[in-house]
């Protein structure tokens, strides 16, 4: 299917150069580093959690903007981050690899954190290759072709990710459970990690959906329970707000890494091959800033485009074959950022100079 994308001449010989780019050849390369290491992902999500709710904890027990509570905030948000990125990873994982994985990371981060793995099942819809850049792909949006007031929109959603996250499972749950029609409802139209607005997901119907009611259910207790004990002022509500916040930073965190995955230059028609590798980014240099923007490899968009079954703790090595073996004109390496900043920075000048020559075009 990938390959088939290639065949359509693209007119001018450099066009000619991109379309040698030959995916076969790619694999050939990294054909060795697809097997996942079980204690590699056990050993990082664990050391992880553990720092996440240490800090959390240190957080909690400072006085508000005390030395204490701002060390813990930063370490808490950022680890948080990391620990709900390894969603990203298990939507890869093949069906049936590592269910005991699956189901700790569901049950140990997944639930306190309102973010159970099925609301990301719909991810592969970002790598179907008819899909991506269109407006069934719920991960993409045309940022990039402006106007800039998009991108300030984006980010003006950030501080209700907590609250839609709240009102999805402490209220719809619970609505959900009155009818299957209105579960299947719910299930299409507020199950999806998404900043695509008006993407819709597929709820096969033959699939099995008990562990989705079962989450669900775990998380509607969970904020019944607290909701509960914040009324009954056994809970302070400095204790909601200072979670709240966290929440917001940790999401947010994931909000601001998302817009240098992406160019988003596409404005809804089906893309090539090609165009979908130039389209996504490999942020290199500023190790340390880089490493905690982009954990769990996030950092070789482009690289889980070519081979998105490739384990993150693989991606490091196999960015390195590929940018030693491949040619100079490669797409591959006309994805390179030097940072965040420039990634960011050329989105922005983007959408500013693409909703101008589209004005001009009118």
């Known amino acids: 299917m990938i390959e088939a994308l290639c065949d359509p001449p693209l007119g001018t010989q450099a066009a000619e150069s991109k379309q040698e780019f030959s995916p076969t050849q790619a694999r050939i390369l990294v054909k060795d580093l697809f097997e996942h290491s079980a204690r590699i992902y056990w050993t990082d999500f664990l050391l992880t959690l553990f720092v996440a709710y240490g800090a959390v904890a240190l957080y909690l027990s400072g006085p508000i903007f005390s030395l204490r509570c701002c060390i813990g905030f930063t370490v808490a948000a950022f680890a948080l981050f990391r620990c709900g990125v390894f969603i990203h990873e298990i939507a890869h994982i093949p069906q049936g690899r590592m269910p005991l994985f699956r189901a700790a990371w569901n049950i140990l981060f997944g639930i306190p954190a309102l973010m159970p793995y099925f609301m990301y099942k719909c991810h592969l819809d970002h790598h179907n290759p008819r899909h991506f850049g269109t407006p069934r792909d719920g991960e993409y949006l045309s940022l990039g072709a402006g106007p800039v007031r998009r991108i300030v929109w984006y980010f003006l959603q950030v501080p209700l990710l907590p609250a839609l996250g709240i009102f999805r499972f402490l209220i ?26 008006t993407y819709r997901r597929t709820v096969p119907s033959d699939e099995r959906h008990g562990s989705w009611i079962a989450l669900e259910a775990a998380i509607f207790l969970e904020l019944a329970v607290f909701a509960f004990l914040l009324f009954s002022g056994r809970v302070p509500w400095s204790i909601f707000v200072e979670l709240y916040v966290l929440g917001m930073a940790a999401a947010g ?110």
Request: proline share 7%; charged share 20%; hydrophobic share 40%.
């Open 172 to 197: 719809l749950t619970p609505l959900a459970f009155l009818h299957p029609r209105l579960r299947r409802w719910v299930w299409k139209q507020a199950s999806s990690f998404v900043i695509n607005p």
């Open 253 to 362: 965190l994931n909000w601001v890494r998302t817009i240098a995955a992406h160019g988003y230059r596409n404005t809804g028609a089906t893309m090539s091959f090609v165009e979908q590798i130039e389209d996504s980014n490999t942020v290199i240099g500023q190790p340390l800033l880089t490493e905690l923007l982009f954990p769990v490899g996030l950092r070789y968009h482009c690289l889980h485009h070519l081979f998105p079954a490739l384990p993150y703790h693989s991606m490091g090595i196999a960015h390195r074959r590929l940018m030693a073996q491949l040619p100079a004109d490669s797409p591959y390496r006309g994805t390179m950022r030097r940072g965040f900043l420039e990634a960011a920075g050329e989105l922005w000048r983007s959408a500013s100079t693409g909703y101008a020559t589209a004005r001009r075009k009118r």
